[in-house]
């Protein structure tokens, strides 16, 4: 496969971002190859039981 | 011939575990980072030093990558261009990520985390990839 790139002038006026997490990428640049990868493992069985009453609070927070 | 990244102002409030934050060229970036959040049971039955990643398939098992089945001739024409930015805010960078201002060859960034929560005497069960390998 044959594949030809012009890039002209990119401007973007300005970027706001709360997080950039588990193996993501934000580039302001060029690249040839880009591979991520992430597993996570927090099923909804892994909620806190109890009968503290701040359990319902860290519930929130999972 | 390589592109300029051209950024008016950064701002960012925190790059941690295993994660990079680069002004300007490289090769090739590979962050790799592994967590194990625990609290399992009571508390005070915790004690540092007990949990090894291998006792988790998730955190050996080997990740499927996508093979390029066809190979590429690809031509780019970067003259007269540039990438400009204004101002660029970023609360955090976290889990071995990248946030780079320049250009690279190559970029392979993985993060492993599991997020293990049984609190009190009621736990509902136990995920499907939990358990250590050696049974409790």
Redesign the interface.
């Known amino acids: 496969m044959k594949m030809q790139v012009i890039n002209n002038a990119l401007c973007v006026g300005g970027v706001r971002i709360i997080e950039v997490s588990r193996s993501s990428v934000f580039l302001i640049g060029d690249t040839e190859q880009i591979v991520c990868s992430s597993i996570v493992d927090t099923p909804a069985d892994c909620s806190a039981f109890s009968s503290n009453q701040e359990t319902a609070e860290e519930n929130n927070d999972l | 011939m ?2 300029w ?1 051209l ?1 008016r102002g950064m701002k960012v409030n925190s790059v941690s575990l295993a ?1 990079i934050f680069q002004i300007g ?1 490289n090769d090739r970036i590979e ?1 790799v ?1 592994m967590e194990l959040a625990f ?1 399992e049971g009571d508390q005070s039955s915790f004690k540092f030093g007990e949990e090894n990643f291998e006792d988790y398939p ?1 955190f050996t ?1 080997e ?1 499927p ?1 996508p093979q390029n089945t ?9 003259s ?51 358990g250590p390998v050696s049974s409790e």
């Open positions: 390589k592109r990244s950024v994660s060229d962050p980072s609290r998730l098992r990740i990558v066809e190979p590429v001739l690809m031509t780019i024409d970067n007269h261009s540039r990438i400009q930015v204004g101002q660029v805010d970023i609360t955090a960078v976290l889990f071995s990520s990248v946030m780079q201002a320049g250009s690279n060859l190559k970029m392979k960034t993985e993060a492993r985390i599991k997020h293990i929560r049984h609190v009190g005497s009621n736990s509902a069960g136990q995920s499907l990839d939990s």
